[in-house]
């Protein structure tokens, strides 16, 4: 994978970017550069960026003028974004609102993205699994999906434009947490874990009755959102995975024990991994072998022991993080308050389902002991995995043949190395490796705690993302990374998978606004050309165009009262100029890049002159691209 520098000081970049800024101070002055219009090459889309030292190790060291090998989605926790940093560099490279609000591009602002959040907008949300799309076991490109724990809610992105464009409420559970896409033979399903056990209805009966208290796993179906069955469970559902084949789902259960407290959770000395069979779910469901619940019309399957939808495998003790290795053989259940890793092979859970084997234990072809705390665990498709031990503090590599021989009475070692991380990882994850394609590049460990490892920031801490040379026999740590609370989960994509499918300007068609041109064509307003006021009793409807350095509308006038939608379209066709529409005082702002359409409705409740300007600086004369809106006492 790695190979020379593809862009040594790129002048093709350099003489772009000048031509981009020659061309839209050209349009201030109303010049027009004929044949100046140059495209900007694909910079680094030929090969990877230099990564390798003389001694052949890894670097993190991505000079300027050279574009990263690996995107990078993490997700950001209960800040309610996900972020797309730069790997090896682990430079954040954009954040992407989702369930948070975001005054950059004016996320829960602009009608735009009222439309994605809902009505009910609840602010925030606690994000943890990002997981693209796949095709065949190999990442398409598509979407990212993520959970939402803190509002039981499940989102889409948008590759081309790196945008949510949709979210889903989860009916009948709460706090969804695992989440996983369908390997093959593509997304395909999301399937979803409801983690927290409620009664069910949860309308104010039977409170205490804990014996009435149940979850769901969930299957939403990646193209449209909509939730299309849930499978009652015994116990909570933690973490969830699916197979390469298309076959199967599996999700850790760290609550078999039904508690309601810490002591509660920790009673058995194993809990369960629970796999649901795909093929005899969606049998059950075309047969009608099903209930709805309230008003929600989800299919709802009884999955709970006894049922032919799942089955239930003894897993010691609190298990965590379940990771399928990408050799599509096993699947890891993570131990937590074992200091165990089982592993649980396919094709022997084939065989329970067929009635072939009669114990469910009877799947688990190892169960390496590793460390403290053992959460999840990444592959390097050399037949390695990589377990992190958050008590510990350590990454633990081991073979998993090695561990499968030792369980079968062989004396072998299967542990590889450990190494020390700073402090306490959560999650881990290889470069490609929860893909067919997993190239044992590099690793990241999400440690939960920096503690000494950066410049103090006042009583909170920045998790520490620490990166690591797994190309190698012996792991090495290459680089620490300070990020903002609180990622769970990454993903680690080869760029070539991604870089060109990335749009540079958004089409005019792009569904994300096409209700707002829509509505403007009612109007009889064309949007890259008008700049209008229309006035419909109370309602007012402000059209304009932007293109560095001025506004469509140097100023409009409405009445106190009014209800105002402005609508910024962005006919500037060049790169990387996008503009921003704020109106001071009044609590709007949005960001329209190039090709875009955006829009904001308020209510001009204060009367007088304010001023609107644009806030990304997009030319020099950015300061003077202003208007006034004259609000009529
Ligand atoms: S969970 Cu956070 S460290 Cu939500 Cu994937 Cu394991
Ligand atoms: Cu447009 Cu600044
Ligand atoms: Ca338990």
Known sequence: QSGPAAEPGNPARRNFMKTSALASLAGAAGLALAGCGRKGDQAGAAGPAKAASAAGELSDHVPPGQ??????????????EVRIVGVPSMRELMRIPVFNPDFTIGWGVTNESK?????????GGDCHH?????????????????????????????????????????????????????RAPRTGYVFANGEFLIPAPNDGRDLEDTKKYQTMFSA????TMEVVWQVLVDGNLDNTEADYAGKYAISTCYNSEGGMDLPGTMQAER??????????IEAAVKKGDFKTIGSS??????????????????IPKNPHGINASPDGKYVVANGKLSPTVTVMEWSRIDDCFAGKLKDPRDTVVAEPELGLGPLHTAYDGRGNAYTTLFIDSQIAKWNIADAIAAHAGKKVNYLRQKIDVAYQPGHCHTSMGETRDADGRWLVSLNKFSKDRFLPTGPL???NDQLIDISGETMKLVADGPVYAEPHDVILLHRRLLIDKVKKSWDRDDPFFAETVAMAKRHGINVLSDSKVIREGRKVFVYMTSAAPIFGMGSFTVKKGDEVTVVVTNIDAVEDVSHGFCIVNYGI???????????????????GVFWYYCTFFCHAMHMEMSGRMLVEA
């Open 271 to 280: 809990d369960w991994a629970v796999v649901f069979n795909i093929a005899r």
């Open 67 to 80: 574009l990263d090998e690996y995107y990078g989605f993490w997700s950001g926790g209960q800040s309610g």
């Open 461 to 463: 801490h920045p998790d």
């Open 220 to 223: 939403l179906d990646g193209d």
């Open 130 to 182: 990002p997981h693209m799309s796949q095709t065949d076991g190999h990442y398409d490109g598509r979407y990212i999906f993520i959970n939402d724990k803190a509002h039981t809610r499940v989102a889409r992105i948008r590759c081309d434009v790196m945008r949510c464009d949709r979210i889903t409420d989860v009916p009948n559970v709460q706090a969804i947490h695992g989440l996983r896409v369908q």
């Open 115 to 123: 439309r994605v959040l809902g009505p009910n907008f609840p602010p």
């Open 297 to 314: 019309k989800v299919p709802v399957l009884d999955g709970r022991h006894g049922s032919s939808f799942t089955l239930y495998i003894p």
């Open 589 to 607: 702002n949005m960001e329209i890049s190039p090709g875009a359409t955006a829009s904001a409705t308020f209510t001009a409740d204060k009367a």
